[in-house]
């Protein structure tokens, strides 16, 4: 029996025309952490709040700990929540803010203050204990926000983009902060997000939504390497997957600006689906793409010329641009050791065919879903 | 080249300079405008202070500097001649009950309306603003219809009824507009504050008392100060009342209205020493809280 259930959820906003969130259903083990990402206005928020107790469910059923919970309220339902923006009370200290929910539990005075101590000690907010928050900068009201929630251990720890309001900087060191409480306390997390890096490396198992529906659920890598339609595809890595539409025939795959040949395993896969003469989506990876003799005499079926539009320098690695008609811009990331290329410059690109996505062009599914599913 | 170089940042600090004027024209207006006001203002304010000092009989002897100058003359004869003290005692009495009172009722009204969603909430927001549209002096001779109709002026305490009538009225006159302010008040607060304190574990009265109460505190100040200066203010109502009682069951305004009200037998300077005196309390309450006042009408409840 799973810790968390979340059977047949639907949320449909009194004065909506659409449901928010439609049939979202969710197993939780113990200890797991679960990021639900999406696009902004995709129904995450909404979901937490659902299960957070700050809206009501509209069908559906909410099972914590084997009960069904959905009209239990808020302060009856274990849980501690951080807020996207914060929701200090101005009115406390840091220590009151941290304390509070101890105090409402009826703890005795000492204790609070240890557990307070402690849990300031382990977010560095020692030596601002005793100021108001609004005496604070963004990132220490952020891990106030943070203690607030790690001071007390419920069944279930509920974030909604806790670190969108800091610099790129401090949302890296806060993330990881953040899994380190995360496994020292043990307890389920749930962790609302629109960034699919926050997603990746912080889950255990990723929900990714769209418009109000659960696009794909599972872990960061069969996320990344198994999506299940071009949404997902699309939305799990940067720069983002290139789609380009085009049709397959016996073993190749040609769009207006190149003809390559698909690898063995997936030709017998298209084959087997029955797309042969179809139109379909590639979808491939800009670590897919690359240049060089040394990929040239791997992939010599799949090579194709064309013109740099733009180059990306970016240290370690270079994202070139170009021309893929019908679609604009097709991306690939050559890494060191691979040539250099200027803009405007005609350069022999590779495709790496084992490494290749396809798409349904009218479902948008992907084919090898199931099958790589199974593997 | 290098002359030009040379040249251009001297005329540029003397354009500069030129342009002083021009650049504070703003500034030298607002002043000009703030100390045509504050004059307007405090004129009125010295002369009746001062004639509070002079003794003398007619209004048009009066100079702005006593001519008879004494400090207590005045003041001895309106406690002597006159019922002030009770006239003060009733006064301040009233407008504490009635501050009192309108402030419960509006801090519970407003939280009402900002924070709970239910059918008739609309229309009740509209009724609050449709009621400030009728002029409160239309009312009155219904008021006096309905306080004769109870019973108030046959009754053998007809005085304290009247009171107490009054009370009710001026806590219901106090509510409408101020729970509109408060309720605006309340909104600034975000809910976000309300959630998280449920998540914490605070009850529905936990997260009014002791998250939202706190926060709104300023506004409180405000609205129990336009609660208590009302029926000091107001004339108009209590002339209506108790025009036909004794000269201690009246009000200040009432009582000292009296003062003036015959041309050939007033005494302004007494009056004045009535207004002064009756001054002090609203004066002090603005100097003490004038930080929540500036305060509580300029921000929302939570800052940065
Ligand atoms: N209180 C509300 N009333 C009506 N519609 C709402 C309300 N809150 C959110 N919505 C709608 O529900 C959808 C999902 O919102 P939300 O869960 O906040 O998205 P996310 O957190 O993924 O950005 C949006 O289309 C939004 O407009
Ligand atoms: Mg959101």
Redesign the pocket.
Known sequence: MSKISLRNIV?K????E?C??SDFNLDIEEGEFIV?V????????????MIAGL?DITSGEFILDGEVVNNVSSKDRDIAMVFQSYALYPHMSVRENVGYGLKLRNYPAETTKKQVDEISKDLFLTQYLERKPKELSGGQRQRVALGRAMVRTPKLYLM??PLSNLDAKLRTTTRSEISRMHRAKGAITIY?T?DQVEAMTMADRIVL?SM?EVQQIGSPKELFTNPKNCFVATFMGMPSMNLIEGSYKAGNFSCDSFTIAVSDTDKKILDDAGYDGKSLFLGARSSAIRSGKKYEEAFPNSCFETTAMNVEYLGDSVNVFFNAEPNNLFVGTLGTGEREVEVDEKVTLVLDNTKLHFFDSETEESIKYTINQVK | MENTMKLNPARKTKSLNRNFLMRNMGLIASYTFLIVMAIIIIYPILLTIMSAFNVSNTLYSTSFFPENFSFTENFKSLFNDTAYLSWYTNTFLLSIVTMVLSTVIVVVSGFVYSRYRYASRKSALMSLLIIQIVPSGSGLIALYAMASSIGIYSSENATLYTYIFMTLIYTALGTTMNTLLMKGYYDSIPRDLDESAKIDGATQLQIFTEILLPLVKPMIVVIAIFCFLGPIGDIIMPKFLIASMSSDSKTLAVGLMGLINDIKDSNYNVFAAGAVLAAIPPVLVFYKFQDYIVGGLTSGGVKG
């Open positions: 949320k906003y009194p004065n909506a659409h928010s969130v639900l999406g696009p902004s206005g995709c129904g995450k928020s909404t979901t937490l709040r809206e909604d983009e609302v629109h939504m109000g």
